[in-house]
T-cell receptor, first 112, second 114 residues
């Protein structure tokens, strides 16, 4: 059972544009929602994370928007740069589980 | 400081052979996780160690997979009688162990089963 659904699978954006990646979850016990960035040949690295007590969190050019009632959250990358080209994973954790449940990933390409 | 390290970085083996993958977590991190990443897919949880507690093995796909951890340090993931469908990148992560602590990932071991 896929508990975190991520879209789109791939995304191409012009430099300076806004990149938006969406995730939806099913398990209402989830209470921690991180986004990870992965470059080829590297392990994922935490980008930004949110708890459901807030609807938005911003760190620099990266913003998470969270809609608890819809069970959806999204990553917005403002002023996208070619160096942002990577694979992005949403994830969720909660209940008795300590492990993360990951989405399937979005391959972002930012054109120069 | 040093991050999570994994070895080998690449492993090619023949179907039916056993393989051992190693993970060195960040010093002081009590929690350690193994995940599997198939080509073009998200990460699948395999097993979780927290201190001296019994590991959470709920993600192991079959009894061919096992893992051990020595105290709060090195962990090894063993796959017996490897199959072609075991080909993937195996990622290890560690964290301070309390809720909501960031998981730091190693670079992974790319396993290819011929």
């Amino acid at each position: 059972q896929q508990q975190v659904k991520q879209s789109p699978q791939s995304l191409i954006v012009q430099k300076g544009g806004i990149s938006i990646i969406n995730c939806a979850y099913e398990n209402t016990a989830f209470d921690y929602f991180p986004w990870y960035q992965q470059f080829p040949g590297k392990g994922p690295a935490l980008l930004i994370a949110i708890r459901p007590d807030v609807s938005e969190k911003k760190e620099g050019r990266f913003t998470i928007s969270f809609n608890k009632s819809a069970k959806q959250f999204s990553l917005h990358i403002m002023d996208s740069q070619p160096g942002d080209s990577a694979t992005y994973f949403c994830a969720a954790r909660g209940g008795s589980a300590r492990q993360l449940t990951f989405g399937s990933g979005t391959q972002l390409t930012v054109l120069p | 400081g040093a991050g999570v390290s994994q070895s080998p970085s690449n492993k090619v083996t023949e179907k039916g052979k056993d393989v051992e993958l190693r993970c060195d977590p960040i010093s002081g991190h009590t929690a350690l996780y193994w995940y599997r990443q198939r080509l073009g897919q998200g990460l699948e949880f395999l097993i979780y160690f927290q201190g001296n507690s019994a590991p959470d093995k709920s993600g192991l796909p079959s009894d061919r997979f096992s893992a051990e951890r020595t105290g709060e340090s090195v962990s090894t993931l063993t796959i017996q009688r490897t199959q072609q469908e075991d080909s993937a990148v195996y990622l290890c992560a560690s964290s301070l162990g309390t809720a909501y602590n960031e998981q730091f990932f190693g670079p992974g071991t790319r396993l290819t089963v011929l």
